[in-house]
């Protein structure tokens, strides 16, 4: 599950809402906003934040609000209820009871660093109500001061194991926010990743259930490529070197995956085979670096039409036309590919 973050002082309201409707159309379905802003006038705060949450439910879109004791004293409890936030992310400065007392009323987020059994039981003699409890990592806005995955891993393991869902961030790749612009991913790793590569690994990888994009915003590219993901599509930039009849078709790789190469379940149906009426000849038969994409020629038998995705560096092969490259920047996102039956698409790099 995908969500975005929303800082109500960072962007103008109309800005703000113009982002939740594109990345609605993205696959979003919640928000998460932060009321850490003890410098800013509360009640003009308050009137944003009544307007983004009245958004939001339009939207269909769950709305999350990180907040500390303070700033829940400044605008209360009740008011928060009321004005269409749907859950708080509760961080320092508030007690046992008071969380387990809100989590009958509403959706209650702790932090997933700082969660340990002790906790928990304390927690539960307060009468918590687990069924509205989440474990939320952070997000880090100093370089070099991310989670490590590994260790990451073992703390969600052990959360889900307890009955958590759990959530993180990624970094988006549009506007950075201040004050120091340096992207806000809950690992190290990812501070200067694709945020698209960065979803899929804790998706696939992580033990995570949902995953927010910290930044302001997502580039063009990267919504477009959570969109074709809505769809179960991962699309692949490439350059294409010969020209070839099924460039535009989504593909599938096959049930049966391969170890070096992801082979299009697709290209060679009949469907596929009516298309390309004419015998492959033997062209551009070079090497095959991890990325290459190429085509099986006549002198492949009954593999002619094959279309692979090397995954490794191949040498050239006769029988193999060499027709196209995933750009270097895409070529992580094969890992993902070459799990399972997914469905991916070619798209001219620019």
């Known amino acids: 599950m995908l969500g975005i ?12 809402l113009n982002y939740m409707k594109e990345m609605k159309e993205a696959g979003c379905t919640e928000i998460f906003t932060s009321l850490h802003m003890p410098e800013d006038d509360i009640e003009l705060l308050k009137e944003k934040l009544l307007e983004i949450a ?21 605008f209360s409890f009740p008011f928060l209820l009321e004005s269409g936030v749907t859950g708080l992310r509760m961080d320092f400065g508030i007690r046992a009871s008071e969380i ?53 891993i073992e703390k969600n393991k052990w959360l889900k194991s307890e009955g958590f869902t759990t959530m993180a961030f990624i970094p988006g790749d549009g506007l950075k926010r201040k004050p120091l ?7 190290e790793k990812h501070r200067n990743q694709s945020s698209f590569l960065a979803y ?28 074709c993901y809505e769809e179960g599509i991962i699309p692949l930039r490439v350059t294409k070197e010969l020209p070839y009849a099924l460039w535009d078709i989504t593909h599938q790789n096959r049930p049966d995956a391969a170890r070096d190469v992801v082979r299009s379940k697709t290209a060679r149906t009949d ?20 990325g290459t994409i190429t085509v ?35 070529i992580p996102l094969l890992d993902y590919i070459r799990k399972g039956e997914s469905r991916f698409s070619f798209i001219t790099a620019t």
């Open 5 to 16: 973050s929303i800082y109500i002082a960072d962007r103008t309201l109309e800005e703000n």
């Open 54 to 74: 009245k958004a939001a439910k339009q939207l269909e879109m769950d709305l999350m609000a990180d907040i500390s004791g303070k700033a829940l004293e400044k």
């Open 100 to 152: 387990a007392a809100y989590s009958h009323k509403m959706k209650i987020a702790l932090n997933a660093s700082t969660i340990t059994s002790e906790f928990l039981a304390t927690l539960k003699e307060h009468d918590i109500c687990l069924e509205n409890i989440e474990a939320w990592h952070n997000y880090y806005p100093r370089p070099e001061t991310g989670l490590d995955k590994e260790d990451f």
């Open 181 to 187: 612009f340096e992207s806000l991913p809950t690992l």
């Open 200 to 227: 899929l690994e804790l998706e696939k990888d992580c033990a995570v259930d949902k995953i927010f994009i910290g930044d302001l915003t997502l580039s063009a590219w990267s919504q477009h490529q959570f969109q």
């Open 271 to 290: 469907e596929a085979r009516f298309v390309i009426t004419k015998n492959i000849s033997p062209l551009h038969t070079s090497k095959r670096p991890k």
């Open 296 to 330: 099986d020629n006549y002198l492949y038998g009954r593999y002619e039409h094959e279309l692979q995705i090397t995954l490794t560096d191949l040498p050239a092969h006769e029988g193999v036309n060499v027709i196209g490259h995933v750009i270097e920047e895409d």
